[in-house]
Every structure is written in structure tokens, then in C-alpha cells.
């Protein structure tokens, strides 16, 4: 048998919209909400638009040309300080792909991104009783007690 592809970390750009559309398929499959990731995509316009800002970051994890793991994250401009702190909204592997270091590498080239841009942490949010989730992070970082609240949107 022919040893797997080697894994390669791809920062999507405002041309790749076709790998934007296979990542969301990675994240609908791997959280098990093909609906949430599937059902009303973004548009070209939209998709070039976000792709193009320089406050998402998109990244796929790629063997040979399949995606098998996905991040998507935001960098947040500080106000109190001329600094910016980089929130990872989600981080997918394929089942067939885990345990293999893929949402590792994937974490890894963005701590490389965040320093490049010159912001001064990463922080990501876990459930609870997520526990793959939780042990990965444990590995990578410090681990903060907090709560969560879900504000909704109310017309002025």
C-alpha cells in the first residue's frame, strides 16, 4: 500500500471559493449539521468579500486534493491596545482523518499567522463534554473557566 498523501495547511484566499465550499462540507459532516453548513451558503460576492478581509482566516488541511480538516477564525482589534487577539470559531477533522495530527498542524499554522500579524493570544471556546475538543486544547494552551452568553438581536 502506498504511504498517505502528506497533510498540507492552505490559507484560503478570495479566489478559492470552491475550497471554501469543501471545507464547509468538512464542518456540516464533521459536526454531524450538514443542514447549518449546507443549507443557505454564502454567495460568491459574500464568499470573495469575507475570504478577502483581513480579519478571517480561513485554513484547510489538505491530503493530496481532499480536504480533511478545516479552521475558521477571526482576528479581533483591541481597542485599549494597539494589539489584536485571534478567536478560533471552529475547528473540524474528519472522522477518517483524526488522531493523526491534523487539528494539531491546523492550530499550529494559526499560532504561526497570529504571530505574524503581531496579535498577542489565540483563544477558542469548547463545550462541555466535548471531550476530543477539550484534551486537544489542554495540549495547546491554558485553560480558562468562563461562561458563555447568547445575546439576541433586538431592533433599536
Do not use: N
Amino acid at each position: 500500500m502506498p504511504p498517505a498523501p502528506q497533510l498540507t495547511i492552505v490559507q484560503l484566499t478570495p479566489t478559492d471559493a470552491d475550497l471554501a465550499h469543501r471545507m464547509l462540507d468538512v464542518f456540516g459532516e464533521a459536526f454531524e449539521d450538514p443542514d447549518t453548513y449546507g443549507r443557505a451558503r454564502p454567495g460568491p460576492a459574500y464568499l470573495q468579500r469575507l475570504l478577502g478581509s483581513e480579519t478571517f482566516i480561513a485554513l484547510a488541511a489538505l491530503q493530496g486534493a481532499a480536504v480533511v480538516g478545516a479552521l475558521a477564525a477571526y482576528e479581533l482589534p483591541k481597542f485599549e491596545q494597539e494589539r489584536s487577539e485571534i478567536y478560533l470559531y471552529d475547528l473540524a477533522v474528519l472522522a477518517s482523518h483524526r488522531r493523526r495530527g491534523v487539528a494539531t498542524a491546523l492550530v499550529r499554522r494559526l499560532q504561526a499567522l497570529a504571530a505574524q500579524r503581531g496579535a498577542w493570544v489565540v483563544f477558542v471556546q469548547a463545550d462541555h463534554g466535548d471531550d476530543p475538543a477539550v484534551a486537544l486544547y489542554t495540549q495547546l494552551g491554558t485553560r480558562e473557566d468562563v461562561m458563555h452568553f447568547d445575546l439576541p438581536v433586538r431592533p433599536a
